[in-house]
């Protein structure tokens, strides 16, 4: 499905506004994340760290779980922000768990202005799904 540029800025406003939230005191890498729901409302995250490093949680990741809370089981597109140029993609575990809800359009934004346009199934080709534990 095509994704208008109007929701793709409705997202990035959204993203950044998370992103302002973002708790990263020891990384200082704010990230920012909007998902669109089958409904046009919309879910966001930032990213939450811990001084025990490893319980850091990304925003693309917090953003799933407040769609999730909120009643989604699909996405019609994210919206990732940083500050840096290019644009940062989402880490290895996000892209596992965004693929968890299907196949939709992925941006990659900066304060800058650059948008780049990507999807799930590109960013993650060969994902493990639930067809391997139905599998015999
Ligand atoms: N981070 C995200 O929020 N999303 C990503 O996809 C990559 C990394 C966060 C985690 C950590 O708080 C900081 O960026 C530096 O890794």
């Not at 793709?8 to 708790?23: G, K, N, Q, S």
């Not at 989604?72 to 575990?93: E, K, M, N, Q, Y």
């Not at 968890?100 to 359009?105: A, C, K, M, S």
């Amino acid at each position: 499905m095509d994704l208008a540029p109007e929701d793709i800025e409705r997202l990035v406003a959204a993203a950044a506004a998370a992103r302002d939230h973002a708790y990263a005191p020891y990384s200082r890498f704010r990230v920012g994340a909007a998902l669109l729901l089958p409904d046009g409302g919309v879910s966001s995250g930032c990213n939450v760290e811990n001084a025990s490093f490893g319980l850091a949680v990304c925003a693309e990741r917090n953003a799933v779980a407040a769609a999730v809370a909120a009643g989604a089981r699909s996405f019609r597109a994210l919206v990732v922000i940083t500050d840096v140029s290019p644009p940062a993609p989402p880490c290895g575990a996000c892209r596992q768990v965004l693929s968890e809800f299907g196949d939709f359009p992925v941006v990659l934004a900066n304060a800058t202005g650059d948008r780049l346009v990507t999807s799930v199934s590109v960013l993650l080709p060969g994902a493990f799904d639930r067809r391997a534990l139905e599998a015999d």
